[in-house]
């Protein structure tokens, strides 16, 4: 089965609080990242040299197969952002989507 987010895309409204409920329905640990394209892409970088680095980022969550996670998050200014599963081979997978606050 392919790495996929359901849904794809996000949108939301800057200012908006949220709850995030993240559902791990795979058979391995997953992972869900809110952050710019790029600081993501730096972030894979180093989870492919690192690939058992703890996080205790606000922004994150890791919940093992068949477990759930929350985020609650307040989104500041609008743009482009990207949500992303990056233990190594997962983005490359698909697990990735777009992020965009209006």
Same mark, same amino acid.
């Not at 972030?43 to 703890?54: D, G």
């Not at 998050?73 to 990056?86: D, Q, R, V, Y």
């Given at each position: 089965? +392919?790495?996929?987010?359901? +849904?794809?895309?996000?949108?939301?409204?800057?200012?908006?609080? !949220?709850?995030? $409920?993240?559902?791990?329905?795979? =058979?391995?640990?997953?992972?869900?990242?809110? *952050?710019t394209? *790029?600081?993501?892409? =730096? $972030?894979?970088?180093?989870?492919?040299?690192?690939p =058992?680095?703890?996080? *205790? *980022?606000?922004?994150?969550?890791?919940?093992? +197969?068949?477990?759930?996670?929350? !985020?609650?998050?307040?989104?500041?200014?609008? #743009?482009?952002?990207?949500?992303?599963?990056? !233990? +190594?081979? $997962?983005?490359? #997978?698909?697990? $990735? #989507?777009?992020?965009? !606050?209006?």
């Amino acid at each position: 089965k +392919p790495f996929v987010y359901e +849904p794809g895309e996000l949108t939301f409204a800057a200012g908006e609080t !949220i709850r995030l $409920h993240i559902v791990n329905e795979g =058979e391995e640990v997953h992972e869900f990242v809110m *952050d710019t394209m *790029d600081a993501n892409a =730096e $972030h894979k970088e180093m989870m492919a040299k690192f690939p =058992e680095m703890e996080h *205790d *980022d606000p922004n994150a969550v890791r919940p093992e +197969p068949g477990q759930e996670a929350e !985020i609650l998050w307040t989104f500041g200014k609008p #743009g482009t952002f990207e949500f992303a599963g990056l !233990i +190594p081979g $997962h983005y490359d #997978g698909g697990m $990735h #989507g777009s992020l965009t !606050i209006n």
